[in-house]
């Protein structure tokens, strides 16, 4: 099946929220999540879809099966629905990333999101800080990486 990266559209604010909460609960089971799955699709609404660069990974018949969002040279956003794992759409979306800040970039994971970790440095990216969690609203430690070209 083909897959298609594009920008997400207003239409796809909800599609692109219940991605992220799916990915979210199964990625990270253990991270208490801040705020409710409602609160979630209102942010990605009003928030995230309008005012960001976010991107979807539609499949055949335009189901969105992944996201991301980026902020400059930030990834601040990358999650893929748990039955899309492993299928390549996180390669193609980092390479779409890098393509966008060639010059590098960065982001955030949790520590407890080994998987991630093995993903990022796998594309080139560095691990270069460690924080207890206290500048996220989750209050999860959490590691910084980066990728220069």
């Known amino acids: 099946m083909e897959i298609v990266l594009?920008?997400?559209v207003?239409?796809?604010?909800?599609?692109?929220a219940?991605?992220?909460?799916?990915?979210?609960?199964?990625?990270?089971p253990t991270v208490v999540r801040p705020r409710s799955d409602d609160e979630v699709r209102d942010y990605f609404r009003e928030v995230v879809v309008p005012s960001r660069e976010t991107?979807?990974?539609?499949?055949?018949?335009?189901e969105i099966v992944g996201m991301m969002v980026l902020a400059g040279d930030e990834l601040s956003?990358?999650?893929?629905?748990?039955?899309?794992r492993g299928r390549g759409l996180g390669d193609r979306f980092v390479a779409l990333?890098?393509?966008?800040?060639?010059g590098g970039l960065g982001l955030w994971t949790f520590q407890v999101n080994e998987p991630a970790h093995r993903f990022y440095e796998r594309h080139g990216f560095v691990?270069?800080?460690h924080t207890d969690g206290r500048g996220n609203?989750?209050?999860?430690?959490?590691?910084?990486y980066v990728w220069r070209p």
């Not at 207003?10 to 692109?16: E, L, P």
């Not at 956003?77 to 899309?84: E, G, V």
């Not at 609203?137 to 910084?144: I, M």
């Open 6 to 8: 594009r920008r997400a």
């Open 10 to 16: 207003a239409a796809d604010a909800r599609a692109v």
């Open 18 to 28: 219940d991605v992220w909460l799916r990915s979210y609960t199964a990625a990270l």
């Open 55 to 62: 991107w979807v990974a539609a499949a055949g018949g335009g």
């Open 77 to 84: 956003q990358l999650y893929l629905d748990p039955d899309w």
């Open 97 to 102: 990333a890098k393509e966008r800040s060639p």
């Open 127 to 129: 691990a270069v800080e």
């Open 137 to 144: 609203e989750e209050r999860e430690p959490d590691v910084r």
